[in-house]
């Protein structure tokens, strides 16, 4: 007999193919997502409706987060007004996306406190998507439109074409802020609203008098008015993903461990070990920073997981003897995401946990089958990619680094010279039936290989083993959308911001002259602006 029994064929070669295959497949998917909506045009003409400069806005602000390179309203209207046609008609959007080389058209109406967005396709002018939203004020309405708009029509914007024919080398429109100073008509509207339902009077004239400067007072504005107007104008650019998502639910959890190479006579050597199939609960939560901070550093997020064993109780197969079992595998880090293409993103994430198979009770030493109990750190990476409107594919793997060789019964009791390491790989479907609510149903795989280094005197000769998990999951899930940064409905120290500026505006007013009713109070936040 050789001092070492033998080598695990499970050594890794295989796992380490397969990650590297699933690893080229997913940058693939990236990069030709990635390429696939650089350089892209979608118009965004005005809608139809008072206050629609808010809703408007909202609009090409995801658009650009996503981006898309806009075309302004003016420029639409003069290309639809050259053709002679309308861009009410699947011929006039036609005609108007030749001439701007537009990959879709959104077009909507606004209503109070309502709103229908619709999606049109550049190659045809038909109708791609249609979706309604609402809130309890315009400025309400903007903020929801930001947060949910990507999520129930982004889909329809990627499947636009530009027209054949369409002209090439389209230059880019001018800022957004220019955009929006198309509708600042909408600015005194949206103030006087926001008078009647419960804003003091000079903040209301403030804002009022900020939007009629813009529409018409010459005075010139001073270096922190400008700023002040700059950062305004600033787009939030929100992602369109959830910033949390957080989900719980029940699993059936499938479990063996098997040994390779024992030494004979087999009856003298440790005992595999099945666990057909056993209920477990599962929770999951992710947490991005993105509704404090935005922009890049949004992208960073927080997760943890636990899974949990209910019951588990197992028998040894030559008697009756039952042996309750602690079963759990419990996890917590930080991941960062790459937002790309229609709400999709790929992230990279590094955890540490405890993953823990034992058994337990008075006649423990009568069972020949080792506990497992891993401490490691996982570096994982996963995809989210957006099939539909409301169904979404989740999927990821890593790899787990064991850091105290599986514990401390199975190193001493069973096999001291052993070395052990890990993967795992998940996928899912996640069907969203709600704004905020979601079910997702998935499998995971789990597998530790081993390599025991037995030798000569030691109580168990075996050359390795592997300890491979199913779990089936079926979980309810929390997900709260991407509001734009910086958006008051979504930020407290923003919305505080917001009230400060018109009070501001007043007292400016009230010392600094006479002139658009505002005197040199800088612009607010009212109306178009928000």
């Known amino acids: ?23 080229i497949a997913v940058l693939s998917i990236v990069g030709l997502s990635g390429a696939h909506a650089a350089g892209k045009r979608v118009g965004v003409p005005k809608f139809s409706g008072a206050q629609e400069a808010l809703v408007r806005k909202k609009v090409m602000q995801v658009l650009k987060a996503h981006g898309y390179e806009l075309v302004r309203s003016r420029d639409m209207q003069s290309a639809a007004d050259i053709a002679g046609v309308s861009l009410s008609s699947e011929d006039g959007v036609r005609a108007v996306a030749k001439e701007l080389a537009l990959v879709a058209v959104v077009t909507g109406s606004v209503s109070g406190k309502h709103a229908k967005l619709a999606v049109h396709d550049g190659s045809d002018g038909s109708t791609l998507g249609e979706a309604n939203f609402a809130g309890a004020s315009p400025r309400k309405l903007g903020g929801e439109v930001g947060a949910s708009f990507w ?28 955009e929006d100073k198309e509708d600042t008509g909408e600015a005194a509207g949206a103030a006087a609203e926001e008078n009647e339902s419960g804003k003091s009077k000079p903040a209301a004239e403030a804002e009022g008098g900020a939007a009629a400067e813009e529409t018409g007072s010459p005075k010139k504005k001073s270096k922190h008015e400008e700023a002040a107007a700059e950062e305004e104008s600033t787009p939030s650019a929100p992602t369109g993903l959830p910033w949390l998502d ?10 063996n461990l098997s040994y390779h190479e024992v030494a004979y006579p087999p009856a003298n050597q440790p005992s595999p070990y099945s666990l057909p199939f056993w209920p477990v609960g599962v929770v999951n939560a ?27 109780s197992s028998k040894l197969s030559s008697n009756t003897t039952s042996y309750s079992s602690t079963v759990h595998d419990f996890s917590a880090g930080a991941r960062y995401r790459f937002p790309f293409g229609a709400a999709n993103d790929l992230f990279l ?33 996963g995809l989210d990619l957006a099939l539909t409107n409301e169904v979404k ?10 850091l105290n060789k599986a514990g401390s019964q199975i190193s001493t009791a069973f096999f001291p010279h052993l070395t052990v390491a ?8 996640t069907w969203s039936f709600s704004d905020y609510y979601a079910l997702r149903v998935g499998v995971a795989w789990k597998r530790y290989w081993y390599d025991m280094h037995s030798k000569q005197g030691d109580t168990f000769l075996v050359g390795g083993a592997v300890d491979q998990s199913f779990l089936f999951s079926l979980s309810l899930v929390l997900q709260v959308g991407s509001a734009p940064h910086g958006d008051a409905e979504a930020a407290p120290a923003e919305k505080d911001k917001e009230k400060a500026k018109p009070a501001k505006a007043s007292d400016d007013a009230s010392g600094g002259g006479s002139e658009g009713g505002g005197g040199d109070g800088g612009k607010t936040s009212g109306g178009a602006d928000e």
């Open 286 to 312: 992710v947490f991005y920073l993105e509704p404090l901070v935005g922009g890049l550093l949004g992208n960073l997020g927080v997760e943890g997981h636990g899974m949990l064993g209910l019951g588990v």
């Open 422 to 429: 890990g993967a795992d790989a998940e996928a899912a479907l």
């Open 349 to 381: 994430s590094a955890t540490g946990g405890e993953d823990a198979f034992t058994f337990n009770g008075s006649n423990r030493s009568a069972l020949l089958t080792p506990d497992t109990i891993y401490h490691y750190f996982r570096g994982g990476f």
């Open 246 to 255: 957080l989900s719980i639910g029940f699993a059936g959890l499938n479990r």
């Open 151 to 178: 999520r129930k029509l982004g889909g329809e914007v990627t499947r636009g074409k530009v027209p054949s024919g369409a002209k090439k080398d389209q230059k880019s429109s001018a800022p957004e802020a220019d």
């Open 1 to 23: 007999m050789p001092d070492q029994v033998g080598d695990n064929p499970h050594n890794g070669d295989p796992v380490n193919r397969i990650g590297q295959a699933v690893l």
């Open 393 to 402: 594919l989740n999927a990821g793997g890593g790899y787990r680094a064991v």
